[in-house]
């Protein structure tokens, strides 16, 4: 069966104090189909979420058109995952 | 006729046309007198507006010098600092607008037509550098390809294809925006405002 085509990247979120609880929830009710994780963190981020969509295209819009947009996020930083790389370690081991 | 009644009436008509003048330049004297003193009762009356006329001058030059200064020296055009100084220069700015308009400063009748003038221009010029927009709130877009960051504009960030960037970081922020044609026209400004400064010492003076 062939699979279907999935970009992944990690997002790095940056919100303002005390707002991070709020995102994670957001980000997981909002866009269930797109949002596998979501977790606030310590550190240079707020917010890490773990995104999957059928095309790079897809992934710009939903950074670009609804996440930046939501008005408790100030930066985003993305990431994409190289494809595999985590199956083939997987794989090997 | 004999020559020392011809005198005689010569020195009475000298005599007359002498005191004809004295009245004339009478009249004018006290004409320009009573003007003198009309102009001295208006200005005395309006001399708390001429006050602020110079000092909403004076406090636009010098904010605008500082917001060009700072201008000049940032690399973050974000810096909150630069809004700040922008909101200031605006501000005195528009404070000189209102100090020299007819309806905010009667006044303006008494001002001398060149000097009214001038301070009608540096209005108008103040008006064309309020009127640029130079506050942006959105968003800005950067990507890391290989080492530092590379700002895009953000209508690309869509058309990225994979593996184009290592990083995409998107901010939401405001910006203070430069204007390509900026330092002429805030010297055009400086100039016009040290004008009307100068001649306002000369009035405040008298």
């Known amino acids: 069966m062939a699979s279907r085509s999935v970009v992944s990247a990690y997002v790095l979120i940056t919100v303002?104090?005390?707002?991070?609880?709020?995102?994670?929830?957001?980000?997981?009710?909002?866009?269930?189909?797109?949002?596998?994780?979501?977790?606030?963190?310590?550190?240079?981020?707020?917010?890490?979420?773990?995104?999957?969509?059928?095309?790079?295209?897809?992934?710009?819009?939903?950074?670009?058109?609804?996440?930046?947009?939501l008005p408790i996020v100030t930066v985003t930083r993305t990431f994409i995952i190289i494809p595999n790389t985590h199956r083939g370690q997987a794989g090997r081991a | 006729m004999s020559p020392t009644a011809l005198a005689a009436l010569g020195a009475a008509g000298a005599a007359s046309?002498?005191?004809?003048?004295?009245?004339?330049?009478?009249?004018?004297?006290?004409?320009?007198?009573?003007?003198?003193?009309?102009?001295?009762?208006?200005?005395?009356?309006?001399?708390?507006?001429?006050?602020?006329?110079?000092?909403?001058?004076?406090?636009?030059?010098?904010?605008l010098h500082n917001y060009r200064a700072i201008s000049s020296k940032v690399t973050d055009r974000s810096d909150p600092f630069l809004f700040q100084v922008l909101t200031i220069a605006e501000n005195a700015c528009h404070e000189y607008c209102l100090a020299v308009t007819w309806s905010h400063n009667p006044g303006m009748l008494y001002l001398s037509?060149?000097?009214?003038?001038?301070?009608?221009?540096?209005?108008?010029?103040?008006?064309?550098?309020?009127?640029?927009?130079?506050?942006?709130?959105?968003?800005?877009?950067?990507?890391?390809?290989?080492?530092?960051?590379?700002?895009?504009?953000?209508?690309?960030?869509?058309?990225?294809?994979?593996?184009d960037y290592r990083e995409l970081r998107i901010e939401t922020r405001r910006l203070v925006l430069k204007e390509d044609n900026e330092a002429k026209r805030l010297e055009e400004i400086d100039r016009s405002l040290s004008k009307v400064i100068a001649e306002l010492k000369k009035v405040m003076a008298y």
């Open chain 2, 17 to 63: 046309i002498a005191a004809m003048c004295s009245i004339v330049i009478f009249i004018f004297g006290q004409r320009k007198s009573l003007q003198n003193d009309h102009l001295q009762r208006a200005f005395e009356k309006h001399l708390d507006r001429y006050e602020k006329v110079f000092v909403s001058a004076r406090s636009a030059q010098d904010s």
């Open chain 2, 113 to 163: 037509v060149e000097l009214e003038g001038a301070c009608l221009r540096t209005r108008n010029l103040l008006l064309k550098w309020l009127g640029v927009r130079r506050m942006y709130a959105g968003e800005v877009a950067f990507v890391r390809r290989t080492g530092d960051l590379e700002a895009i504009p953000v209508q690309a960030v869509t058309a990225l294809a994979l593996g």
């Open chain 1, 16 to 69: 303002p104090a005390k707002n991070s609880g709020d995102l994670v929830n957001t980000l997981l009710e909002d866009y269930p189909q797109f949002v596998r994780e979501a977790e606030a963190v310590y550190g240079e981020a707020d917010v890490i979420a773990r995104i999957e969509t059928t095309s790079v295209e897809e992934l710009h819009q939903l950074v670009m058109e609804k996440i930046q947009k």
